[in-house]
């Protein structure tokens, strides 16, 4: 999942008109294709289980709405893509270093990453990045947000090919609606941290509201989700190793040695298939490093989510340390007093997600 704004703005910074001008043709040639989710339901030569996932998009908006998140016009559109992913992300540190390098954007602020919707030109400016010097990460994304600038289509690369596809695409657009919802200019960890860690409890709230706790779909994700705790352990664990390592006093030559000694069997353990790099687990630490500490709001908040989402739409500038604050402790602890401040909105109603 991805924020992406650039289509609607000039940019500042080191991004080049190159950039500006693809996203812009990207957005355009998305809204140029998008039709009325209702209108693909209906159309036989689309396959049948994109057909049957696509019924569900209102309910989960539906859930959404319910469950404290703004609404939005977004996902009331969908667009069958000829490719993989809708962009393809690159991301970038130093060679010795966890810190990513970050491009600004007005609205968005600053973010540790490019998002491009030509492949050729990722790979073309990931190239360049490491020619500089950076440890370089490129990704495809199934999904992005363009932060209720634009009305974000459904995508066919959000339908995986998997089991758990309703519960995967449920996520994503409980996710991006997170974002739509709150969203601090350049504070990418908490904007990313927020956003997975809420997307997640709302998606196994949507679950159980739709097929019943004990339902195959929810054990699905859920087992998924354990499965994806191990790989975020273990991604945790060679973060610590590498973040030590570089701020020890060893010679750089021993320091880049057992730094790929350490990338290596973080690869081999978690069978990941593209190469890990710093810049791997620098965007991971975006997404995951924080979720104890959401977890610890949700638990102040008395594991109401729609308390969550509105002390979490409280917090301004002023109440991080530093921009792109990557720590978020002191963050969270100021915030958590405010669940007791907050009354707790009406619960939501389980109308629009009930199983068929």
């Known amino acids: 999942m991805l924020t992406v704004v650039t289509a609607a703005f000039a940019l500042h910074g080191c991004v080049s008109f190159d950039y500006v001008l693809q996203a812009a043709e990207g957005q355009l040639d998305l809204a140029c294709r998008a039709r009325s989710i209702d209108s693909a339901i209906e159309d036989d030569e689309l396959d049948q289980r994109t057909r049957e996932l696509l019924r569900d998009v209102k309910k989960v908006k539906a859930f959404a709405t319910e469950s404290g998140l703004t609404p939005t016009s977004s996902y009331e559109t969908f667009v069958n893509l000829d490719r993989p992913a809708v962009v393809w992300v690159v991301s970038a540190a130093p060679p010795l270093s966890l810190e990513p390098e970050r491009w600004w954007f007005p609205v968005a602020g600053s973010v540790p990453y490019l998002g491009w919707f030509d492949k050729n030109l990722a790979v073309q400016q990931a190239r360049w990045l490491q020619e500089d010097g950076f440890d ?110 570089y701020k020890s006093k060893k010679p750089r030559s021993e320091k880049l040695a057992e730094k790929q000694k350490i990338l290596a069997e973080t690869r081999a353990d978690v069978g990941f298939r593209r190469p890990i790099t710093n810049a791997t687990l620098a965007n991971f630490s975006t997404y995951h490093s924080s979720r104890e500490g959401f977890a610890k709001l949700y638990e102040a908040c008395g594991k109401d989510l729609r308390r969550v989402i509105k002390v979490a739409d409280s917090v301004k500038a002023s109440d991080f340390e530093q921009p792109n604050a990557e720590e978020l402790s002191s963050t969270i602890e100021a915030l958590l007093p405010r669940c007791a401040q907050t009354a707790a909105p009406a619960r939501p109603t389980a109308q629009a997600t009930s199983a068929h």
């Open 136 to 245: 370089v990460d490129i990704r495809g994304a199934a999904a992005y947000s363009t932060l209720g600038w634009f009305n974000d289509p459904v995508l066919s690369t959000m339908i995986e090919n998997a089991p758990d596809a309703l519960a995967e695409l449920a996520n994503t657009i409980l996710h991006e609606s997170v974002h739509a919802t709150v969203y601090i200019p350049g504070q990418s960890s908490f904007n990313e941290g927020l956003a997975t860690y809420l997307g997640d409890q709302l998606t196994i709230r949507y679950l159980d509201l739709r097929f019943g706790e004990n339902s195959a779909e929810l054990a699905e994700w859920l087992e998924g989700e354990a499965r994806g705790r191990e790989v975020h352990l273990r991604f945790h664990q060679a973060y610590k190793q590498l973040d030590a390592l």
